[in-house]
């Protein structure tokens, strides 16, 4: 036999007091008693629960070569340089990346030692195809494809007396820059060069050895320079370092004084031209990657043109340091003019 309700519907009844109906019914005839409800049903206490913490993701480095915002992210960690690489295709602007960065391995260079990078990855893949693992005849590094975004490969590097400094080396494809020449709007795209505290202009020796393509490099040289000034790529004050790379083709000509003499004659036509813009403008020759390495070492000349990188002047250093001005209130003396001290 079930339970008798104990609920009615009927305001004056007290079924659930005495268990009898007001209007004398047997309870299971009521018509107005029911079941229990809902609310008849006390509330169960449960035990305090603790919340289980969400999963933290980690992001790791992917150590490729850094694009735009993660190398902004790098420079404001400690006291850094950006240095732009400009160059036609084969220049040898990827070799050079990876001859400064195999010439760090070997120890410190005049002090400079390597410190540390967040491209490691970066370095390797550019680096693997020159090296004797690779097991290629002669040595080889990939080009940088057209249209990509340029991208900033890590160092971090230790200076006697100096502390540590960053490095950020800018890589992009030499047909981009060579579009700019045609088009100059298209030199706004290059934040690499706007933001490098030291640009790198690369001349292809072996196409200047060539007596077909020489003309080409001698032209093409200093109207990138200027394409780039005029768009104010290259900020004023800049330094330029000019490398004449692929010194052991040049060796092996059999006009390597006229190669020496035309590249003399580009450094000095640039610096004439733009001296009143661009801080020191100094030349340099190089072999990053040779072929033959039984003329030429192998990053001869990269010393020389990294400590270039280092110690080169800040961008407007070259203009002459305004004098102390005077101040005539004692507030402004005791704050040098400047409300913020």
């Known amino acids: 036999m079930g339970k008798p309700p104990r609920k009615c519907s009927n305001s004056d009844c007290n079924l659930a007091l005495d268990g009898k109906c007001v209007e004398g019914y047997e309870l299971e005839d009521c018509p107005h008693a029911g079941g229990?409800?809902?609310?008849?049903?006390?509330?169960?206490?449960?035990?305090?629960?603790?919340?289980?913490?969400?999963?933290?993701?980690?992001?790791?480095?992917?150590?490729?070569?850094?694009?735009?915002d993660a190398a902004s992210i790098h420079q404001r960690r400690r006291v850094s340089r950006t240095i732009g690489l400009i160059g036609p295709n084969d220049s040898g602007k990827t070799s050079l990346i990876a001859g400064v960065y195999d010439l760090l391995q070997k120890g410190p260079v005049s002090g400079v030692a390597f410190a540390g990078s967040s491209t490691l990855i970066g370095f390797e893949r550019v680096c693997h195809?020159?090296?004797?693992?690779?097991?290629?005849?002669?040595?080889?590094?990939?080009?940088?494809?057209?249209?990509?975004?340029?991208?900033?490969?890590?160092?971090d590097l230790h200076r006697d007396g100096a502390g540590v400094m960053s490095l950020f080396i800018g890589d992009r494809s030499g047909e981009d820059y060579l579009?700019?020449?045609?088009?100059?709007?298209?030199?706004?795209?290059?934040?690499?060069?706007?933001?490098?505290g030291c640009v790198t202009v690369l001349v292809n020796g072996d196409h200047l050895a060539d007596p077909v393509l020489r003309h080409e490099v001698r032209a093409t040289t200093p109207q990138?320079?200027?394409?780039?000034?005029?768009?104010?790529?290259?900020?004023?004050?800049?330094?330029?370092?000019?490398?004449?790379?692929?010194?052991?083709?040049?060796?092996?000509?059999?006009?390597?004084?006229?190669?020496?003499?035309?590249?003399?004659?580009?450094?000095?036509?640039?610096?004439?031209?733009?001296?009143?813009?661009?801080?020191?403008?100094?030349?340099?020759?190089?072999?990053?990657?040779?072929?033959?390495?039984?003329?030429?070492e192998r990053g001869e000349g990269l010393e020389d043109l990294l400590l270039f990188w280092l110690q080169a002047s800040s961008p407007n250093a070259s203009v002459g340091v305004c004098p102390r001005p005077s101040f005539e209130r004692m507030i402004d003396q005791l704050t040098n003019g400047r409300p913020d001290k």
Do not use: N
Not at 179 to 195: G, K, L, N, P, Y
Not at 228 to 253: F, H, Q
């Open 36 to 68: 229990i409800s809902i609310d008849d049903i006390p509330v169960a206490e449960e035990p305090e629960t603790r919340g289980v913490a969400p999963e933290r993701t980690i992001a790791l480095a992917s150590g490729e070569a850094l694009d735009r």
């Open 129 to 155: 195809l020159a090296r004797a693992v690779s097991r290629r005849i002669v040595p080889h590094t990939e080009r940088t494809s057209r249209g990509a975004d340029a991208t900033f490969f890590h160092l």
């Open 179 to 196: 579009a700019a020449t045609d088009q100059i709007s298209q030199a706004h795209q290059f934040f690499e060069v706007r933001r490098a």
């Open 224 to 296: 990138l320079v200027d394409t780039l000034i005029e768009a104010r790529a290259i900020r004023e004050g800049c330094p330029l370092a000019i490398v004449l790379t692929k010194k052991d083709s040049v060796v092996a000509s059999p006009h390597a004084e006229r190669v020496q003499k035309d590249f003399d004659g580009l450094v000095a036509s640039i610096s004439a031209s733009h001296e009143t813009h661009l801080g020191e403008v100094k030349p340099f020759l190089i072999a990053a990657s040779p072929k033959d390495c039984e003329r030429v």
